[in-house]
C-alpha cells in the first residue's frame, strides 16, 4: 500500500499559503468576505475535488491535506472548505448528470461560486424521518417547499444542495430526493439570522423555501431513505480526522508554549504534575487524529471511486470531534481565567473550544452516531445473534486487532447491547476500540514515536473503561426522571 507523505502534496502548498490570513490569532469573529472567498477560489480551493477531465487535481489526499492545514489556522476556514468543497461539489460531482456538474464547476470556479447543503430543519433535526420538506413534480421539474436552518452560509451560498421528502413521485425515486437549486433563481429566503457562539467565519440562520428546481438538476441518488441522505456526508465524516489533527496540533503548541512561559511557584506551569498530565492529554487526543488522519490517506484513498462505507466514516467523526472538545478543554483550564475571554494576547483558548464544541453537534450528533453505528455493527453480523459484544468485536475486521489491548475487559464486554441506552454507550466504546485498531496500524507504518502511541492507546482503554462503568450506572440514573 502507497503511504503518503506531506512532502507527496506540493501542490496544496500553494492553496494553504494563504490560509494564515485567517489564523486565530488575528480573525476570531469576522466572516470571510467575498474578495477573501475569490482568494481562496482562484489560490485553488475547489481543484482537489474537481475532476482531472475538468483540469482539477481529483484527489481525496490533497484534499485531506488541505483541510488539515485549514484546522491548523481556524476551525471556521476549515468547515467552510468542508462545506463548499465536499458536501456541495463533490456530491453534484458524484451523483449529478453532465449537464448539471458542466454548469455549477464552471459557476464555483470562475465565478467563485459558494455552494451549500439544506437538510437540517427547525422541527425535525436529526430524527429524519419527520422531515417536512417537499418535493412535488411538476412541468419539467420539481417544486420544493418548506423549511431548513442552521445551514453554513445561509444568507451567502450561491448553490444549494436541497433534501426534501418525495411527494407523489414514483416508487423509484425513492422516499427523499436530492436536488440543487441555483440561489439567484429565487426562494431560498434566510427569515432568520442566528448568533451562534462559535465557527464565526460562517453565517448560519433559518430559510424558508419555495423553489422550482428543472429536471436535470436532480441528483441520481435515490433509495429508501436515511441512509442515501448519509451517503451523501460520509466523505464529510472521514475529513474530521484532517481537522482533529490540524486542530489538535495547534492546540498543542500553543498549550506547550502558554505552560512554558507562565510563572508559578515551582518554576513555570509546566513544571507541575498536574498541568503535565492535562498537557499530555492533549498530546493523546492529538496522537489518535494523527492515526484516524494516517487511516483516512491510507485506507480511504485505495477504495473504488464512489464507495462510501458508513462505519469507520462513523467512529472517525465521532472520535475525532470528542477528542477536539477534549483537547481544547484542557487548554482553556491550563490557561485559568484568561483563557476564559477572547483576544487575550497570550491564548486562543476561549475561540478554540467555542468552535470545537459545534463539532460534536454538526453533521449528526454523537450520540446520535453512536446509536447508528452500533446499530450498523451489530447489523452486519446478525447471523451470529447470540454472539456477544465481546466476540463480534474479536471478530470484525474493524476491531479485531484492538481487542488484545482489552483483554482485562472481557467480562465487562461479554453483553449483548439493546435499547438505547445501551446501544448508544456501546457505539461509543466501538469509536474508541476502532482508534486503537487505527493506532496500530499507524504506529509501524510511520516510525512514531512509541510513548506518544502508548499514551494515546491508555487514553483509548481509559475512555472505554469509563463508559462501561456508565452502562453499569446508567438506568439507574435515567429512574430518576419522571
Ligand atoms: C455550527 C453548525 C453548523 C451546521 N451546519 C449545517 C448545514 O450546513 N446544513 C444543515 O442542514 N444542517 C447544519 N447544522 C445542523 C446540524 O446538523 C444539526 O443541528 C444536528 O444534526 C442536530 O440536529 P438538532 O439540532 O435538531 O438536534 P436533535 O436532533 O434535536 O438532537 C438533540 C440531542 O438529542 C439527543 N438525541 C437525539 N436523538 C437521539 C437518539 N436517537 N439517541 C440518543 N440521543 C439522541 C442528542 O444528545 C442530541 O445532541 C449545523 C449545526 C451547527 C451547530
Known amino acids: 500500500m502507497q503511504q503518503f507523505t506531506l512532502k507527496s502534496h506540493d501542490n496544496v502548498e500553494k492553496i494553504c499559503s494563504h490560509f494564515h490570513l485567517f489564523d486565530y490569532v488575528h480573525h476570531q469573529k469576522e466572516s470571510i468576505s467575498k474578495d477573501q472567498w475569490n482568494k481562496l477560489v482562484t489560490a485553488g480551493i475547489y481543484l482537489p475535488v474537481i475532476p482531472k477531465s475538468h483540469n482539477g487535481l481529483e484527489s481525496k489526499a490533497d484534499l485531506t491535506m488541505m483541510i488539515n492545514r485549514a484546522a491548523y489556522h481556524n476551525l471556521g476556514l476549515a468547515m467552510s472548505l468542508i462545506v463548499s468543497t465536499l458536501l456541495f461539489a463533490d456530491n453534484v460531482i458524484e451523483y449529478g448528470s453532465q449537464d448539471l456538474k458542466n454548469e455549477v464547476i464552471h459557476d464555483l470556479l470562475n465565478n467563485n461560486g459558494q455552494g451549500g447543503i439544506a437538510i437540517i430543519e427547525p422541527k425535525a433535526g436529526s430524527g429524519l424521518s419527520l422531515m417536512q420538506t417537499v418535493a412535488e413534480k411538476v412541468d419539467g421539474g420539481f417544486r420544493i417547499r418548506g423549511s ?276 448508544v454507550l456501546s457505539g461509543k466504546i466501538l469509536t474508541r476500540i476502532f482508534a486503537i485498531t487505527a493506532l496500530k496500524a499507524y504506529s509501524p507504518s510511520n516510525q512514531v514515536d512509541q510513548e506518544k502511541i502508548s499514551s494515546a492507546l491508555l487514553y483509548c482503554v481509559n475512555e472505554i473503561k469509563m463508559t462501561l462503568s456508565e452502562r453499569s450506572i446508567s438506568k439507574q440514573i435515567s429512574k430518576s426522571i419522571l
Open 148 to 423: 431548513k436552518h442552521w445551514q453554513c452560509f445561509s444568507r451567502h451560498a450561491d448553490w444549494w444542495l436541497i433534501t426534501a421528502k418525495n411527494k407523489d413521485q414514483p416508487v423509484a425515486a425513492g422516499a427523499f430526493g436530492f436536488y440543487i437549486h441555483k440561489n439567484q433563481e429565487g426562494g431560498f429566503r434566510t427569515v432568520e439570522t442566528y448568533a451562534s457562539k462559535g465557527l464565526h467565519q460562517i453565517d448560519f440562520g433559518a430559510n424558508k423555501l419555495d423553489v422550482f428546481i428543472p429536471e436535470y438538476r436532480r441528483l441520481n441518488l435515490s433509495g429508501t431513505g436515511i441512509p442515501q441522505i448519509y451517503q451523501l456526508v460520509i466523505p464529510t465524516w472521514q475529513q474530521f480526522a484532517s481537522l482533529g489533527k490540524g486542530f489538535l496540533s495547534r492546540i498543542y503548541e500553543e498549550s506547550e508554549k502558554y505552560v512554558s512561559s507562565r510563572a508559578s511557584p515551582d518554576g513555570h506551569l509546566k513544571d507541575i504534575d498536574f498541568v503535565r498530565y492535562r498537557l499530555g492529554n492533549i498530546a493523546a487526543c492529538r496522537t489518535i487524529c494523527e492515526a484516524l488522519f494516517n487511516y483516512v490517506l491510507n485506507s480511504f484513498s485505495t477504495y473504488p471511486k464512489g464507495k462510501r462505507e458508513i462505519f469507520p466514516a462513523q467512529c472517525i467523526k465521532v472520535m475525532a470531534s470528542d477528542a477536539m472538545l477534549t483537547g481544547a478543554m484542557h487548554y482553556q483550564t491550563i490557561c485559568g481565567a484568561n483563557g476564559y475571554r477572547y483576544a487575550a494576547d497570550n491564548n486562543i483558548a476561549a475561540i478554540a473550544a467555542d468552535d470545537a464544541q459545534a463539532f460534536v453537534m454538526l453533521s449528526f450528533p454523537n450520540d446520535v452516531l453512536s446509536l447508528y453505528l452500533a446499530k450498523e455493527f451489530l447489523h452486519k453480523t446478525e447471523v451470529e445473534k447470540n454472539k456477544s459484544f465481546w466476540t463480534l468485536i474479536n471478530e470484525s475486521g474493524y476491531t479485531h486487532a484492538a481487542a488484545i489491548h482489552l483483554e482485562d475487559l472481557r467480562n465487562e464486554l461479554n453483553y449483548c447491547p439493546s435499547g438505547n441506552l445501551e446501544l
